[in-house]
């Protein structure tokens, strides 16, 4: 008898038997582990967004979308198609206004237990924190749990992305749309049902802000890709039929819910869809006056996109995703030159995310009119996935190895006996600390520009000491300058409150800047004052830093009177300015 055969089948046996309990141990074990860090991206990215939303002044445009939100909403409850109400804003789509409006809506019918505000930023800190768990939940099959993880943690703690999440605007609801509509492709491929979610998804994108057809190329690039240089590749077994008619479906449905989300074209779709185009190309053509990289201008250059980028992702981001770029493409070449069935998986998701970030990139690039680093957002979550794929590149992390155990090795001879209990298995010391520290690489200077600088908008990554000299700061700071003044002044004031025309004023039905603050207009006689007034007859000005930048320099006889400066980090957001040194405050 052969007894090293009788063992050897004996314990292969032995470990058919066992290896459904472990594997079932093992899948429960990764559900509970999916479960808690789900829960946890949840509270880190709601958190600094709640707090944020309930912080921060009322800022430009957020009176322009709250009041859209309420003349749009009772137009589609009535069914008033073609009323001239929605005309309001008309060189925007409707999507995030007509939910800023269900919210305010809900909000009156409850007793109003938010202030308007706060309800009209809801739909932006529930998107925006969507986005984070969508990095996460649909990025593991494609770039695995740590990677993942590192990427969404590093968008819940971005001071940039919890900002833009905390205000009424379109940009943050149409960002998680489209980026959440990109990682589903990635999963269409052995599920090509989700080809109709996507279009869904873009359908509403484009709803939102139009700007969002730009990631669509994109997608169809990665497909186009997939199935002509990967898909052939693979074992006959391997390969999924080609999925034309849900490609057609897709194709069809985009356009059906874009038009169906969009009341104000019903009328006369195509009239009234090039109108707003025509509207939007002569915003384009004429310019928006923008101040970036020390200049102001009324267009932008096309590398303003990389320069924003480097200034509001952490370097240690932004360096190891410009790496992860040369990696991804020296990797496709090799593929493609030595095709390898074992290979194909690991170019397929290297391609997925190449792609997705250098297409998305190149085609918002295009935009010659940005107004805010917002018209980005986009590229939050391509850039951190690739940063934090480009660390694992250079820490030589595998897929797989981070927070795993290794089994001590045993000869084939070798089986346990029943009765004994099973060793215990050694941690893979250098996988964990990898993981670690990858994680912490991508999320930890986020976390500390995140508590560390007032507001959020004046952070600025490594690279560079503020905005002041760099981006347009967005944050106006009015309200924390009004505070500062009630908390060092005890008499009735004049405050001339500097902005472009229209920009506090704006609005009716109490949506205005003003009506938002109503709390800080006691003892102080607020008026909304210009930057070309000839005459300022106050006894404080509260100056904004983006019109210093876009070229309103403070009048001189105004200018030596600075008594107060609101900053967040090294950013200025406004000057309180006395005017006589009489009343300057110690």
């Keep these: ?19 459904p309990t472990h594997q079932l141990a093992s899948s429960q074990r990764l559900v509970i582990l999916d479960a808690a860090i789900i829960i946890g991206l949840l509270l880190a990215a709601l958190i600094p967004r709640i707090i944020l939303a309930l912080q921060l002044d009322m800022v430009t445009d957020e009176v322009v979308y709250i009041l859209g939100g309420k003349i749009y909403l009772p137009l589609v409850a009535h069914m008033n198609i073609g009323a001239s109400g929605w005309s309001y804003n008309y060189e925007h789509p409707p ?18 237990p938010l202030g308007e505000l706060l309800a009209g930023r809801i739909p932006s800190i529930i998107f925006g924190t969507l986005l984070v768990l969508a990095v996460y939940w649909l990025g593991r099959s494609p770039f695995g749990r740590i990677i993942a993880l590192g990427a969404a943690l590093c968008l819940a703690f971005s001071p940039w992305l919890a900002y833009f999440s905390a205000l009424a605007y379109l940009d943050m609801t149409m960002t998680a749309l489209i980026t959440i509509a990109f990682l589903l492709v990635w999963h269409a491929i052995k599920r090509p049902w989700l080809y109709l979610l996507v279009a869904l998804l873009v359908g509403l994108g484009a709803a939102s802000k139009y700007t969002a057809v730009l990631i669509i190329p994109g997608m169809a690039l990665f497909t186009i890709y997939y199935f002509l240089g990967i898909w052939p590749r693979l074992p006959r077994e391997q390969r999924a039929p080609i999925p034309w008619l849900w490609w057609l479906g897709a194709i069809v449905l985009a356009p059906l819910i874009f038009l169906a989300v969009d009341p104000a074209i019903w009328p006369g779709p195509v009239k009234l869809l090039i109108h707003s185009f025509e509207f939007e190309w002569k915003h384009s053509y004429n310019g928006h006056l923008t101040f970036i990289a020390g200049q102001y201008n009324m267009h932008v250059p096309h590398w303003s996109i990389l320069y924003i980028l480097a200034a509001k992702i952490s370097a240690f981001v932004t360096i190891p995703a410009a790496l992860f770029v040369i990696f991804a493409l020296i990797q496709q070449v090799r593929f493609q030159l030595h095709p390898s069935a074992a290979n194909a998986a690991e170019a397929a998701s290297t391609s997925f995310l190449l792609i997705w970030l250098l297409a998305t990139l190149g085609l918002f690039s295009l935009l010659n009119i940005v107004v805010g680093t917002h018209y980005h957002l986009p590229l939050a979550a391509p850039v951190a996935l690739a940063g934090a794929s480009g660390l694992a590149t250079i820490l030589r992390y595998r897929r797989g190895t981070g927070f795993l155990f290794r089994q001590p090795r045993q000869t084939e001879d070798e089986e346990a006996p029943a009765s004994l209990p099973a060793r215990r298995p050694a941690l893979n010391l250098w996988g964990t600390a990898a993981a670690l520290l990858l994680i912490a690489a991508v ?13 959020a908008e004046g952070y600025t990554s490594e690279l ?49 800047w003003y009506g938002f603050n109503q709390d800080l207009t006691g003892r102080f006689k607020l008026t909304e004052a210009h930057p070309t007034d000839y005459n300022f007859p106050y006894d404080y000005l509260i100056w904004p830093m983006h019109l210093v930048q876009r070229g309103y320099a403070i009048p001189e006889p105004w200018r030596s009177h600075i008594v107060y400066t609101v900053t967040g980090g090294n950013t ?10 009489a009343t300057q405050i110690p």
Aim: proline letters at 5%; glycine letters at 10%.
């Design 1 to 19: 008898m052969n007894t090293r055969t009788d063992i050897s089948t004996r314990s292969a046996k032995t470990s058919q038997r066992k290896a």
């Design 95 to 112: 999507f995030v206004k007509l939910l800023i409006g269900l919210v305010l809506a809900l909000n009156s019918s409850l007793g109003h």
């Design 572 to 581: 200025t957001y406004c000057y309180i300015l006395a005017r006589v040194p």
């Design 443 to 455: 999320a930890i200077p986020h976390l500390v520009g995140l508590t560390t600088v007032y507001a």
């Design 464 to 512: 560079f000491h503020g905005e002041n000299t760099v981006l347009q700061v967005a944050y106006p700071g009015y309200r924390e300058a009004l505070k500062w003044l009630a908390a060092h002044t005890n008499k009735p004031l004049r405050v001339g409150l500097v902005a472009v025309p229209g920009t506090l004023n704006g609005g009716s039905d109490g949506i205005s």
